[in-house]
């Protein structure tokens, strides 16, 4: 079964700088999805960004972007110049092709003044 | 994008009775819909997940005759939670996976609190 890892629990960052979320997954498959939910405190489910397995080009969407190693099985999200409303809840997911969705445990992001 | 609806947003009921939560796809058909539960600062746990016209797949201790799902159309999908107790209480999140769509769109979720 495929498995999502984030090992940061917290993290925090100041206002305008950037911070880097990890996560790692294990999978047999070579196609797969990858994705970045936001969870704010409202707990909608907010998509941040997301990479098809078989694209080398890292996804980027404005201040966010990915830095995808396939072969390390690594995903992580860099956020860009950090806005307060950044502060939230992070999830890390992987998605099969047969259209399975594996949550990570989640980052909680703060943003700091 | 596109839009999932949940409703309730919020529903408490005593001990023993049961709740329906509806879950639907707006201006999409949804194939498959996917069921999940939430507990405070934890990540989504996969319930079941639901094509239309089929019976449901749940997953490994998810108890289907308490927890059913109906998935009667491509744009809504039903949970209800049969004789609930306090136990659960807990924060219930809906999705949709369009064929049109290589992601799952969510719904805003529903708070279940079984006094």
């Known amino acids: 079964a495929q498995t999502v890892t984030q090992s940061q629990p917290e993290m925090s960052v100041q206002e305008a700088e950037t911070v880097t979320l990890s996560c790692t997954y294990d999978?047999?498959?070579?196609?797969?999805?990858l994705f970045w939910y936001k969870q704010p405190p409202s707990r909608q489910m907010i998509l941040v960004i997301r990479?098809?397995?078989?694209?080398?080009q890292n996804a980027t969407e404005n201040r966010f972007s990915v830095n995808f190693q396939k072969a390390a099985k690594s995903f992580s999200l860099k956020i860009s110049d950090s806005q307060l409303g950044d502060a939230a809840m992070y999830f890390c997911?992987?998605?099969?092709?047969?259209?399975?969705?594996?949550f990570g445990t989640g980052t909680s992001l703060t943003v700091i003044p | 994008g596109a839009v999932v609806s949940q409703h309730p947003s919020w529903v408490i009921c005593k001990s023993g009775t049961s709740v329906k939560i509806e879950c639907r796809s707006l201006?999409?058909?949804?194939?498959?819909m996917f069921w999940y539960r939430q507990f405070p600062k934890q990540s989504l746990m996969l319930m079941a997940t639901?094509?239309?016209?089929?019976?449901?797949?749940?997953e490994q201790g998810v108890e289907k005759d308490k927890f059913l799902i109906n998935h009667a159309s491509l744009t809504l999908s039903t949970l209800t939670v049969t004789s609930a107790h306090p136990e659960d209480s807990s924060f219930y999140i809906c999705?949709?996976?369009?064929?049109?769509?290589?992601?799952?769109?969510f719904g805003p979720g529903t708070r279940l609190t079984v006094l």
């Open positions: 999705s949709a996976l369009g064929t049109a769509y290589n992601e799952q769109f």
């Open positions: 999978t047999s498959e070579s196609d797969y999805y």
């Open positions: 990479q098809e397995a078989y694209k080398q």
């Open positions: 997911a992987y998605r099969t092709t047969g259209n399975q969705f594996y």
């Open positions: 201006d999409f058909q949804a194939t498959t």
């Open positions: 639901s094509n239309e016209g089929s019976k449901a797949t749940y």
